[in-house]
């Protein structure tokens, strides 16, 4: 599985896990297409790359917020990313760094986020098998307004690190290409068709800030899975050709 981030060795022992995310255009800006205050702005971004270092085995240890929403929005931002942070339960082991766009202002708000995690360099990544694993999407694909309308169905972080911590299991955040493209992403299987796929959810749909995970597992945990998911969980069929 090729994920969408950063593997660098730094030691015999350790490497760095660098996972990234951007918004554009949603803030407090007049000319933003979606109004929402810098703290949530910056709260979903933080979400989107701690799932991404994460699920490749990363341990966060620093986050670098980019900031071209003003000076005056930085608190907000840092505010934001904190909240995430407490609710992974790694707000006092994290460091927070970045930088701000002073300059010249801009039209529209513009934010990135950078979080660096090691893992040891023994890491694997477990085999992803169509026929010997379960495949369910944890949450909905949300975006836009739908984000802050449909926040109950938005994987909680919390939970996200509780099925990170199982055993057998493969967590992938969904993005903006969707439930199929992610699914293709975590099996390495670029010819897996639309028609093969059951699921109740659109699996074409855009998860804006990865409001949903995939998740495949031994077939032995789907009721505990299930059991911890509740209502977030929608199960992935998928035909085997």
């Known amino acids: 599985?090729?994920?969408?981030?950063?593997?660098?060795?730094?030691?015999?022992?350790?490497?760095?896990?660098?996972?990234?995310?951007?918004?554009?255009?949603?803030?407090?800006?007049?000319?933003?297409?979606?109004?929402?205050?810098?703290?949530?702005?910056?709260?979903?971004?933080?979400?989107?790359?701690?799932?991404?270092?994460m699920a490749a085995g990363g341990e966060p240890f620093s986050v670098i917020i980019h900031n071209f929403c003003g000076d005056e929005s930085w608190q907000a931002m840092v505010n934001g990313v904190e909240r995430g942070l407490d609710e992974l339960g790694m707000k006092s082991l994290v460091q927070i760094s970045g930088s701000t766009e002073s300059?010249?202002?801009?039209?529209?708000?513009?934010?990135?986020?950078?979080?660096?995690?090691?893992?040891?360099?023994?890491?694997?990544?477990?085999?992803?098998?169509?026929?010997?694993?379960?495949?369910?999407?944890?949450?909905?694909?949300?975006?836009?307004?739908?984000?802050l309308?449909?926040?109950?169905?938005?994987?909680?972080?919390?939970?996200?690190?509780?099925?990170?911590?199982?055993?057998?299991?493969?967590?992938?955040?969904?993005?903006?290409?969707?439930i199929l493209h992610e699914l293709k992403v975590m099996a390495d299987n670029d010819e897996l068709a639309l028609n093969s796929v059951g699921c109740?959810?659109?699996?074409?749909?855009?998860s804006g800030p990865s409001t949903c995970i995939l998740?495949?597992?031994p077939a032995v945990l789907e009721p505990v899975v299930k059991e911890m998911t509740l209502d977030l969980y929608h199960s992935l069929e998928i035909e085997v050709k």
Request: glycine share 8%; charged share 20%; with cysteine.
């Open 215 to 217: 998740i495949a597992f």
């Open 103 to 147: 300059n010249f202002p801009l039209l529209q708000s513009g934010f990135g986020t950078i979080v660096i995690g090691k893992r040891n360099r023994e890491f694997t990544e477990k085999q992803v098998s169509f026929t010997k694993m379960k495949f369910a999407v944890i949450g909905s694909p949300l975006v836009g307004e739908e984000v």
């Open 1 to 53: 599985m090729i994920r969408d981030i950063m593997v660098i060795p730094m030691s015999e022992r350790d490497s760095l896990v660098i996972a990234s995310d951007n918004s554009g255009g949603i803030g407090l800006k007049e000319n933003d297409l979606v109004h929402t205050p810098y703290d949530v702005v910056s709260y979903f971004s933080l979400r989107v790359a701690a799932m991404e270092c």
């Open 200 to 206: 109740e959810l659109d699996v074409l749909k855009t």
């Open 149 to 178: 309308k449909k926040s109950h169905e938005v994987v909680p972080l919390s939970l996200f690190k509780e099925l990170n911590g199982l055993n057998g299991v493969i967590l992938l955040p969904v993005g903006s290409k969707g």
